[in-house]
């Protein structure tokens, strides 16, 4: 089992940053892809952000390109999301997923941590 504990989260003015990150411990995470999503009030939950295990490839959704970047530490154990020229419609629960795969569902998901951002 690998467990995820997200942090960072935290309330920021409309134009700030806030940087999230993401610890796997427990069985040890070799493979596949790390990611982020976000489930805003009322809406389901969709993709923000996923990084490659092995070559660290990134891939983003359009809504947040060119503003958010993802990124993971030299030990890969830990994932981040640099957030920058947030919007009031970052506002959501980010959650940080793993998978063993490179496509598919993600099998492991951590508890979620708030982003607000105040206009």
């Known amino acids: 089992q690998v467990h995820l504990v997200e942090s960072g989260g935290g309330l920021v003015q409309a134009g700030g940053s806030l940087r999230l990150s993401c610890a796997a411990s427990?069985?040890?995470?070799?493979?596949?892809?790390m990611g982020w999503f976000r489930q805003a009030p009322g809406k389901e939950r969709e993709f923000v952000a996923r990084?490659?295990?092995?070559?660290?490839?990134?891939n983003y959704a359009d809504s947040v390109k060119g503003r958010f970047t993802i990124s993971m530490d030299n030990a890969k154990t830990t994932v981040y999301l640099q957030m920058n020229s947030l919007k009031p419609e970052d506002t959501a629960v980010y959650y940080c997923?793993?998978?063993?795969?490179?496509?598919?569902?993600?099998?492991?998901w951590g508890q979620g941590t708030q982003v607000t951002v105040s206009s």
């Open positions: 997923a793993a998978r063993w795969a490179t496509v598919g569902s993600f099998d492991y």
């Open positions: 427990g069985r040890t995470f070799s493979g596949g892809d």
């Open positions: 990084i490659r295990y092995s070559g660290g490839s990134t």
